[in-house]
Structures are given as C-alpha cells and as structure tokens.
C-alpha cells in the first residue's frame, strides 16, 4: 500500500473517530449528570429527614443536647459516607461541628468546622463555620485565635449578615483585652460601613461608653 493510501486510511479513521466522539461524549455527559442528579435529589432527601433531628435537638436543654450528640454524629456519618462529595455531605460536616458546639464539645467542633472549611471555603456556609469556630475558641479561653476567624469573616468573606456580628464581638474581645484604640477603630466600622444593620446602634453605644470609660 502506497504512502497516499496509508494516510487516506489514517485519515479515515481519525474522521469516524472524531465523529463517534462528537455523539458519544454529549451522551456520556447526560449519562452523568443525570446519575450525578438523582444522587443528589436522594441525598437532599435523606438530609432533610437528619435536618428534623436537628431541629429537634435544638428545642433540647443543655444536658439533652449532650446524650443526644452521639446519636446525631452517627447519622450525619452515614449521609456522608452514602453520599460523599454531594451538596448534602457538605452540609452535614459542617452540622457536625454544630452539633458539637451546641453539646459543648468546642474541640470537636473546631475540628469538624475547620474540616468543612479546609473542603469548602467559599460555600456559602463558610461565614458561618467561621464564627462558629471564633466562639469556639472563646469558649476555650483562646480570643487571640478567635479574633483570627472574625477577621476570616471580616477581610476574606465580607458577608453583609455576619460581618458586623463579627466586627462586634472583634471589638468586645479588643476591648477585653485592653486595646482601646483598636477597639474604638473597629465600633467606628461597623458605624461607617454598616450603617443599615442592627449592630449599628450597639456600636455607637459602646464606642461611647469606651470613649468616656464608663462600663455597666
């Protein structure tokens, strides 16, 4: 077989190929997505039967909320190993840092936040783990590490609900610490760039009552 005819036969395969790639990926991909949607449509379902547990662990007193921990970590566990890399098992890594912090394990629950955030910084739970995470360390005498997380909140995430929660508690934990100065900057904040929120007007009282050194 001459040179020409090999190439023209080369050529030919390369087209049919390319064609049989042109119908096959498509339907591969739908094959996918649509196995990838029923997964997730089963997953959210599964979630939402956990997310009535967690409500009613909510409603439960502080010893409650302890006997109860176990059991809820076991059933966020098996969602996620059922259901890994789904929007479902993202959310609950992050309930099992809730439901820690909620029993009181603040160990435990810096572990699963930080675990969440380390797989899904930009999820939109992410402002929330952070604070979760700053009140965690506050509960363990640690507010150096705590003001960390709010500045997370503050200078990477910039969310319009818990930024100037963030800003406050920043300012309470300066002043606890008997930084004045960044104290008064931080309330001065909240002031000028939150002016819509509620902490708005906590703010201003506190700046107040720092500026003339009065405490109740």
Same mark, same amino acid.
């Given at each position: 077989m001459s040179d020409n005819a090999k190439q023209k036969e080369l050529n030919g395969i390369l087209f049919w190929i390319a064609i049989a790639l042109i119908i096959i990926a498509p339907l591969?991909?739908?094959?996918?997505?649509?196995?990838?949607?029923?997964?997730?449509v089963v997953s959210s379902e599964k979630f939402e039967t956990v997310f009535e547990d967690l409500?009613?662990?909510d409603e439960l007193n502080d010893v409650s909320k302890i006997e109860e921990k176990d059991n809820l970590?076991?059933?966020?566990?098996a969602l996620i190993a +059922?259901?890994?890399k789904t929007i479902s098992?993202?959310?609950? %890594?992050f309930y099992k840092g809730y439901v820690c912090y909620f029993a009181g394990d603040f160990e435990n629950?810096?572990?699963y936040f930080e675990q969440f955030l380390n797989q899904n910084k930009k999820n939109y739970l992410a402002p929330k783990a952070n604070y979760f995470l700053a009140f965690s360390m506050i509960e363990q005498d640690k507010d150096d590490e705590a003001i960390k997380y709010l500045d997370v909140i503050i200078n990477q995430l910039n969310d319009n609900y818990? +930024?100037?929660l963030a800003l406050i508690k920043k300012a309470e934990l %300066?002043?606890?610490?008997?930084?004045?100065?960044?104290?008064?900057k931080t309330y001065q904040k909240i002031i000028e760039d939150f002016s819509l929120s509620s902490q708005k007007e906590i703010a201003q009282l506190k700046k107040v009552m720092l500026e003339n050194e009065v405490s109740f």
């Open positions: 591969v991909y739908f094959v996918f997505k649509n196995h990838n949607d029923k997964i997730n409500k009613e662990f970590l076991k059933e966020l566990d +059922s259901y890994p098992a993202k959310r609950a %890594l629950a810096v572990t818990y +930024s100037p %300066l002043e606890n610490k008997g930084n004045k100065d960044e104290a008064l």
